[in-house]
C-alpha cells in the first residue's frame, strides 16, 4: 500500500542554519514525488517534484530509491521559510489510483530570527 | 498553471443540516479531486470528480454522505450531507494539469465548522 512517513511534526531552526524535513514512503511501483508547502493564510501549493530535479527557493529534495526517501533541504533557512511542508506521493498506478495524491502528515517549520 | 476558487470559503452549520461546496476552474482540466484536512491532520482525498461519469470514492467515503458533481470540465461541487460536528474541516478542491509533467493544484479551502 501506499504510504508517506514525515516523522518530525514540528522543527524549529535559527535563521541560517541548515535544515532537512524527512520524507519517506513506501510503493510498489516507480513513484513521483512532490514538496507541497502552505504558508500562513495561504492555499497548499507545489514547491517542487523530483521529476524537475529543480531548485526552488533554495530547496532542493533527491528521490533515494534505495533508502525509500525524498528528504527537503535548504543549506541555510530564512525566516520567510516558515510554514507547514508537505510530502506527497503521486500514485502511477491504473484505475482509481491514477493521478491522486498521497500526503504526508505534514511538518510545521518554523525558522526563529 | 490554473486558478481555483471556492465557495464559501468558510460556513458554521448546524448539526443535520447540509452544505455544498462549489469548485470552479479558470481553465477546462481533465482530474479534480477533492480532500478533507481535518484538525492537525493530513489531506485525505475524498473523491475523484470525473466528468461524465460518477465520482470515484475513496475508502471510507460514500456518496450519500459526500455527493458530487462534475456537470463540465471547470466545474464541480462536492455537498457534505446530514452533518455532525466530525465533520468539522478543510475542504479542498485540487485539479491535475498536464503540461508535459502533470501537476496538481490546490484552491483555497472551505473552511466548515459544524455545531
Known amino acids: 500500500a501506499q504510504r508517506v512517513t514525515q516523522p518530525e511534526k514540528l522543527l524549529s531552526v535559527f535563521k541560517g542554519a541548515p535544515v532537512e524535513l524527512k520524507c519517506n514512503y513506501s510503493?510498489?511501483?516507480?513513484?513521483?514525488l512532490f514538496w507541497y508547502v502552505q504558508y500562513s493564510r495561504q492555499r497548499l501549493q507545489l514547491l517542487l517534484r523530483?521529476?524537475s530535479r529543480e531548485s526552488i527557493k533554495g530547496f532542493t529534495a533527491d528521490l533515494n530509491k534505495g533508502e525509500t526517501s525524498f528528504h527537503l533541504k535548504k543549506p541555510f533557512a530564512q525566516e520567510e521559510d516558515s510554514a507547514m511542508y508537505y510530502c506527497?506521493?503521486?500514485?502511477?498506478?491504473?484505475?482509481?489510483?491514477?493521478?491522486?495524491?498521497?500526503f504526508g502528515r505534514g511538518t510545521q517549520l518554523t525558522v526563529w530570527p | 498553471s490554473a486558478v481555483i476558487s471556492q465557495k464559501p470559503s468558510r460556513d458554521i452549520c448546524q448539526r443535520g443540516t447540509s452544505l455544498t461546496i462549489q469548485c470552479q476552474v479558470d481553465?477546462?482540466?481533465?482530474?479534480m479531486f477533492w480532500y478533507r484536512q481535518q484538525p492537525g491532520q493530513s489531506l485525505t482525498l475524498i473523491a475523484t470528480?470525473?466528468?461524465?461519469?460518477?465520482?470515484?470514492?475513496e475508502s471510507g467515503f460514500v456518496i450519500d454522505k459526500f455527493p458530487i458533481s462534475r456537470p463540465n470540465l471547470t466545474f464541480s461541487t462536492l455537498t457534505v450531507s446530514n452533518m455532525s460536528p466530525e465533520d468539522s474541516s478543510i475542504y479542498l478542491c485540487?485539479?491535475?494539469?498536464?503540461?508535459?509533467?502533470?501537476?496538481?493544484?490546490f484552491g483555497p479551502g472551505t473552511r466548515l465548522l459544524v455545531l
Open positions: 481553465s477546462q482540466v481533465t482530474m
Open positions: 506527497a506521493l503521486r500514485g502511477t498506478g491504473g484505475g482509481s489510483t491514477l493521478g491522486r495524491l498521497y
Open positions: 470528480a470525473n466528468q461524465g461519469s460518477e465520482a470515484t470514492y
Open positions: 523530483h521529476i
Open positions: 485540487s485539479v491535475g494539469v498536464a503540461g508535459g509533467q502533470e501537476t496538481q493544484y
Open positions: 510503493y510498489s511501483g516507480s513513484p513521483e
